[in-house]
């Protein structure tokens, strides 16, 4: 399993590291030495590989410090301390932070979705109801995202494919109603976990934001320490929307974690250091591919290693 996974991640992140590998490669053409020049240009390819402002500015000063300690003359040696200052500013930043989900201790797990239309929740939370259920646990869905169009019938047709029970209302109906059912049966019929799709118009922010609480607030009554998770769903192809995204999110709701869809679909992998970065946020999960079991942990190492894998050579 551990080779699968390494496999997916690599699979996965091709594109991204097509990408950057291009960029850096384009970048260590042009190099002479380093000076001046060398670390502005260095700046405008991290940022254009979309790890944020921040990340770039931040690596763009500890290499100058590294380049000079380790004396870097040649290209490759250039090329690989950018690389690992990248994993070890990366492992600084996630320092304590839980990548697992957490469950409860007993009775039903609540986990939330949030995020905005077309990032993909819908869809994963169908992949994690039929990832958990193929480890033998009960899964109860709440299609809480009554106002757009078709979106509880999405829901529906992943509960019939994942072989789980769903708890839905009628169109535009109250979203909190919903959830007060499925919270409700979910204790009652012993479930061991409970999905919580969410509406995701950003562009009425305020009653999105009134609805997320108010949602939030049933669940906590009916079972004290629900939400359990609040997981924000981002779309990996949208780069630096995602973190504009996460960041209106963050502001207005406890998110607990992130979902990264469709990572293999982009070059912005990038994008991962940049939410690590810049929000402090863990990536639980990432989507490497189409499939239902391309819905994968997050697992940094093979993160790291997907994104920079051929990059980096050591003689």
């Known amino acids: 399993a551990e080779d699968e996974t390494e496999k997916k991640y690599d699979q996965g992140l091709e594109k991204s590291r097509n990408g950057f590998g291009a960029r850096l490669n384009r970048f260590l053409a042009n190099f002479r030495h380093v000076d001046e020049d060398f670390f502005d240009d260095l700046e405008d390819m991290l940022i254009e590989s979309d790890v944020g402002y921040e990340m770039a500015m931040k690596l763009s000063d500890s290499l100058r410090e590294e380049v000079r300690l380790q004396n870097a003359k040649n290209k490759q040696d250039v090329s690989n301390v950018i690389i690992e200052k990248m994993v070890d500013l990366y492992d600084e930043a996630g320092a304590g932070e839980q990548t697992t989900l957490t469950m409860a201790d007993h009775g039903p797990t609540v986990i939330m979705f949030v995020g905005v239309n077309g990032a993909g929740k819908t869809t994963t939370i169908g992949k994690m109801a039929a990832r958990f259920k ?58 061991d976990v409970l999905f919580v799709d969410t509406a995701g118009r950003l562009q009425n922010k305020v009653n999105l934001m009134n609805e997320l609480a108010k949602m939030k607030r049933i669940l906590t009554r009916e079972i004290p320490d629900a939400p359990h998770e609040v997981l924000l769903v981002l779309d990996a192809t949208t780069g630096q929307n995602a973190l504009t995204q996460a960041k209106l999110f963050k502001e207005t709701t406890d998110v607990t974690g992130i979902v990264l869809t469709k990572l293999d679909g982009t070059a912005r992998g990038g994008i991962v250091l940049a939410i690590r970065n810049e929000l402090h946020l863990p990536v639980k999960f990432v989507g490497l591919g189409e499939k239902v079991s391309d819905l994968e942990e997050f697992n940094a190492q093979d993160f790291v290693y997907g994104l920079f894998k051929g990059l980096v050579t050591v003689d």
């Open 134 to 191: 193929g480890q033998g646990k009960r899964v109860l869905l709440a299609a809480a995202d009554t106002f757009r169009a078709g979106a509880t019938e999405q829901l529906e047709v992943w509960a019939q494919r994942d072989g789980v029970d769903i708890v839905t209302g009628p169109e535009n109906s109250d979203p909190a109603a919903v959830v007060f059912d499925a919270v409700t049966k979910a204790k009652k019929d012993n479930y």
